[in-house]
């Protein structure tokens, strides 16, 4: 038996005496397991457990003040709510990321394929928008986030035609 095999072992113990229900359950359980597979485990782990308890002791006073005083991170941990918190960072963060990308394709399907132009006839001025029967077969089938950003695009455009022809 390894001394890596004993350090696993104490670990596992530590999750069953201080980890979660749920983790305490399976730490339990894979105690056993190990006590069975590898016979002598649990007293090789309190030998190895008192040896790094009694390296770990201060030297002297003034150091056993510092080492009190010091925070240590709790050991063990409750892993199911890091996990979940993981996992819905995850998916936020995915939601952004495709949402971003859904008004993007949008933004360029209406900058890249239609034109905007104007002309004076008269006393009117017209302004004329050209969408590409493709492009507005296409920009049928956009999900909603795609046609609002389609849309913006469009009158982006617009906007800036009218600015230019009123500057002049």
């Known amino acids: 038996?390894?001394?890596s095999t004993v350090e696993r072992y104490i670990k596992i113990k530590a999750l069953a005496e201080r980890g979660s229900?749920?983790?305490k359950d399976v730490a339990r359980k894979m105690m056993r397991e190990w006590e069975a597979k590898y016979e002598g485990i649990a007293a090789e782990a309190a030998k190895l457990e008192q040896t790094q308890r009694k390296a770990r002791e201060p030297?002297?006073?003034k150091a056993a003040q510092t080492t009190q005083s010091a925070w240590s991170p709790p050991v063990g941990g409750n892993w199911e709510n890091i996990f979940r918190f993981a996992s819905m960072a995850y998916e936020t963060f995915n939601g952004v990321a495709q949402t971003i990308s859904n008004a993007l394709y949008g933004k360029?399907?209406?900058e890249a394929d239609t034109e905007i132009k104007g002309y004076?006839?008269?006393e009117s001025l017209y302004i004329r928008v050209e969408v590409p029967l493709d492009v507005a077969q296409e920009a049928r089938g956009l999900n909603a986030v795609q046609k609002e950003s389609f849309r913006q695009a469009l009158h982006d455009g617009i906007d800036n035609y009218l600015d230019a022809m009123l500057e002049e």
Do not use: V
């Open 1 to 3: 038996m390894t001394k």
């Open 21 to 23: 229900p749920g983790e």
């Open 59 to 61: 030297q002297s006073t």
């Open 108 to 110: 360029e399907l209406a």
């Open 120 to 122: 004076k006839r008269g």
